[in-house]
């Protein structure tokens, strides 16, 4: 089973300031076929709110996605920046990695931006 | 525009059967895996299972395993997720999500979410 951890638990900045968000997994998150590639994702999500893929691959932004978003990793350890917060940016933040045995997709708990 | 419209609202009664649906519009319907995703109040997001319209493949989580069913239907563009012998714990809201074409590939189409509440 794979068992995804998120640091911190919160996070209190202000906007205008940078979000350094991290992930760790207990099994690599890399593509069997391409050790270059990674099945992590991140997702936003605001109350009251489905949750909104920013990243996957663990770099790649989803389409729309702001360039203040910036995802970065490999293996087991993989961060999302947030170069500048802007208000709209106070969320939780969820990872989510792929996993091929047992096939499926796994969350991690999140990490809450909330404003200073 | 892709578009994901989940049915309404429903209170169930422990240990009974809840069947949930998601109707899509703006693509479609076989080309891509239909996600669906729990969250519990105030709790973080859980995977739960998937089916793959084209072939009706699924792939369900192992805490699910043996209570939850998910299907699609391409006549109406309908999935549908069957989870039976419910308990409290089970009072979330559950989310459709779609837009990936392969299994590692995460869902970037998300419904509105049903909220089921589970209560004698």
């Known amino acids: 089973e794979i068992v995804l951890t998120q640091s911190p638990g919160t996070l209190s900045l202000s906007p205008g300031e940078r979000a350094t968000l991290s992930c760790k997994t207990s099994h690599s998150a890399s593509a069997s076929y391409n050790v270059n590639s990674s099945y992590l994702a991140w997702y936003q999500q605001k109350p009251g709110q489905a949750p909104r893929l920013l990243i996957y691959?663990?770099?790649s932004r989803a389409t729309g996605i702001p360039d203040r978003f910036s995802g970065s990793g490999s293996g087991t350890d993989f961060t999302l920046t947030i170069t500048r917060l802007e208000p709209e940016d106070f969320a939780v933040y969820y990872c989510q990695q792929y996993s091929s045995s047992p096939r499926g997709l796994t969350f991690g708990p999140g990490t809450k931006v909330n404003i200073q | 525009e892709v578009q994901l419209v989940q049915s309404g609202a429903e209170v169930k009664k422990p240990g009974a059967t809840m069947k949930i649906s998601c109707k899509v519009s703006g693509y479609t319907f076989t080309d891509y895996y239909m996600h669906w995703v729990k969250q519990a109040p105030g709790k973080g997001l859980e995977w739960m299972g998937l089916v793959d319209p084209e072939d009706d493949e699924t792939i369900y989580a192992e805490k699910f395993q043996g209570r939850i069913t998910i299907t699609a239907d391409t006549s109406t563009y309908t999935a549908y997720m069957e989870l039976s012998s419910l308990r409290s714990e089970d009072t979330a809201v559950y989310y459709c999500?779609?837009?990936?074409?392969?299994?590692?590939?995460?869902?970037?189409?998300w419904g509105p979410g049903t909220l089921v509440t589970v209560s004698s």
């Open positions: 999500a779609t837009g990936s074409m392969q299994v590692v590939v995460p869902p970037d189409y």
């Open positions: 691959g663990a770099s």
